[in-house]
């Protein structure tokens, strides 16, 4: 019988760039690497397999590298609130020199972390055989008379004079060979080793939802609810806020943010999605503070359709940008399962070019209903299955 504990669920997952190494964050802080072993036995980068149009019936396998503990169970005194273990986020960096560097956040703190193999080091035997010390003596003998010492007016005591020059400093018959020490020698053996190299921390008041990378390789955002904040990889007691929807009165509060992203190669251009279904691009090069943006994505509502339950609809939940830059493909969807995918177009700004409603996978006559809306319109169907990434490459594809 299998027992999963709470601390075992899975709350964050992320490929590097190459599809190599897989990083899997739980719910216990701790953070578990991966690394794929059947591209091996073919011979041959998957890429270049690819390429080669190679059949491979199998899936890809991975096996386990290392794991370590990201962070450490944290609490709050301006809240007076435990902070949640469990990582939110996990974003790969560029590898250098043979070794790995990733970013891990949970809700309030980020960490930026190198693996790397090390050969490990042992420590031996003494140099010398115990038998052999016992017989050759003590290595050095000392003897210095209090009695002889003169004493000054201030207290001290005037060695130079008479005590200095007892000091028997003859080394043993034995010669230096005979002094017994330990010898710390580097064997061919290697082990994986996480060190923590920054830490990113006390620059959000509300729980992290996102980190991601920039093209540039040097900065990377942290982004809350109401804010989204620009740091440099090298320093970190200091980052820069870019976007701040914060409102003086709470109370006229309307909307969050959901998800950011940054452009595939342009690494002044920054998107982020709000919880009102709307998608804003933003360039950080015209302001410090980026409170304006240059394009707007969202859905004309219907006059008279807006409802409760619309909004929860429209809310986006993550964005991706495609591998070209042009497009930006969305997410919408409710925890039950309900998701719709939209593409839209870096130069349109109305209406999305595709929509891609997933219903596919239902279950009977299975539904939702929201709690005191006995309407018949507030019903929404379970859906169970997870969008096909690959239908949806198909049809980005297909508006180049």
């Known amino acids: 019988m299998i027992v999963m504990f709470a601390v075992d669920i899975i709350s964050a997952i992320e490929f590097d760039r190459t599809g190599d190494h897989l990083a899997i964050g739980d719910r216990g802080v701790r953070v578990v690497l991966f690394e794929r072993t059947d591209t091996r036995d073919h011979g041959g980068h998957w890429r270049e397999l690819e390429r080669m149009d190679y059949s491979n019936g199998r899936h890809p396998e991975f096996r386990y590298k290392t794991e370590f503990q990201s962070h450490e169970p944290e609490f709050d005194y301006l809240k007076s609130l435990e902070i949640e273990e469990k990582i939110n986020k996990i974003r790969w960096c560029q590898a250098a020199n043979g070794a790995l560097f990733l970013l891990s956040t949970n809700d309030k703190t980020i960490k930026f972390w190198k693996v790397q193999e090390k050969k490990v080091e042992k420590v031996c035997d003494l140099n010398m055989d115990l038998s052999r010390a016992m017989r050759n003596g003590p290595a050095v003998s000392s003897s210095i008379s209090a009695s002889s010492k003169s004493c000054m007016a201030n207290g001290g005591c005037d060695e130079r004079s008479s005590g200095y020059s007892s000091i028997d400093t003859s080394l043993p018959s034995g010669g230096l060979s005979s002094l017994q020490l330990p010898m710390v020698v580097t064997s061919h053996e290697t ?193 169970c299955g997870i969008v096909l990434i690959l239908e949806v490459a198909l049809k980005s594809q297909a508006l180049h």
């Open 191 to 383: 082990s994986l080793v996480a060190r923590c190299r920054r830490i990113y921390a006390h620059a959000h008041h509300y729980h992290i939802n996102s980190i991601l990378n920039n093209s540039d390789g040097e900065t990377f955002i942290s982004t809350d609810d109401l804010r989204i904040n620009l740091w440099n990889l090298e320093i970190s007691n200091q980052s820069f806020n870019i976007v701040d929807v914060k409102l003086a009165n709470m109370e006229d509060l309307t909307e969050v943010i959901t998800s950011t992203e940054f452009h595939p190669t342009h690494c002044n251009t920054l998107a982020y999605s709000s919880s009102r279904g709307s998608i804003r691009l933003i360039d950080m090069r015209q302001s410090a503070l980026c409170d304006t943006h240059s394009k707007l994505f969202e859905e004309l509502e219907v006059p008279g359709t807006r409802s409760f339950f619309t909004e929860i609809i429209a809310s986006i939940s993550d964005i991706k940008f495609a591998k070209d830059g042009r497009h930006i493909l969305s997410q919408s969807s409710v925890e039950n399962g309900f998701a719709k995918e939209q593409v839209h177009n870096l130069k349109v700004n109305q209406k999305p070019n595709g929509v891609h409603e997933d219903h596919s996978v239902q279950k009977g006559d299975s539904y939702m209903t929201l709690s005191g809306d006995s309407n018949e319109s507030a019903r929404l169907p379970l859906v």
